[in-house]
């Protein structure tokens, strides 16, 4: 993925090229694998690049599969209108959508994956985990992993879950005002946090108790 040559020029001095996730986006490009994970802190650029990937496949910025454009309010950013596919991949065609008035959050995301698991293409998505508990991020990469086995998909996720940044054969970019950066996954700043905190969780409770 890179910068549209014939689209013009995204100023740097506004939102998002203020950005430098956004700024490397457009100066360097971005290769995408079968699956490409996303983590940084908030406010980094993190959705700011999964809305504008979405958007140059096709995919509306508020959810849904290919060709869906439902938006409730004009918040993503302009950069799709930039960006040009280096190589596209069609998204999966869903079949009928599962009832999800009678179950939680967590688990209406969990039944939608299973069931349409069995539809090759791209999936994404933006901090999934945000529903989702530990057994729940688990249950996830599984459900992901089924959709990778079968074949001709492709994975592309932002996430703060040190669970789901774990996911086999991931691409792990660590994003931050620098902008992004390849990075393993026992390296990023987001485990090492982790780990500190669960090895001795009162070392930071107590600046703040």
């Not at 596919?85 to 999800?100: D, I, K, N, Q, Y």
């Not at 009678?102 to 994956?113: A, I, M, T, Y």
């Not at 086995?149 to 792990?172: E, F, K, Q, Y």
Request: with cysteine; net charge negative.
């Amino acid at each position: 993925m890179s910068q549209d040559p014939d689209a013009p020029a995204l100023p740097r001095g506004a939102w998002p090229g203020t950005l430098a996730p956004i700024a490397q986006l457009l100066d360097s490009g971005l290769e995408l694998g079968p699956v490409t994970v996303f983590v940084g802190e908030n406010g980094v650029g993190k959705s700011t690049l999964v809305e504008a990937i979405a958007g140059a496949y096709g995919m509306g910025p508020e959810g849904g599969s290919t060709g869906s454009r439902h938006t409730t309010r004009r918040s993503e950013s302009t950069l799709t209108d930039h960006l040009r596919l280096t190589r596209g991949l069609g998204a999966g065609r869903g079949g009928s959508e599962p009832v999800f008035h009678e179950r939680s959050h967590g688990e209406s995301f969990l039944h939608l994956v299973t069931a349409r698991s069995r539809y090759p293409g791209l999936w994404i998505l933006d901090e999934p985990a945000s529903a989702l508990s530990f057994t729940g991020s688990l249950a996830l990469i599984r459900g992901l992993q089924d959709i990778l086995n079968a074949g001709g998909a492709r994975v592309i996720l932002s996430t703060h879950s040190p669970i789901l940044a774990s996911l086999p054969g991931a691409a792990i970019y660590e994003v931050g005002p620098w902008g992004y950066r390849p990075c393993a996954w026992e390296d990023l700043d987001l485990v090492r946090d982790w780990r500190s905190f669960l090895a001795a969780p009162e070392r930071y409770l107590r600046h703040l108790i």
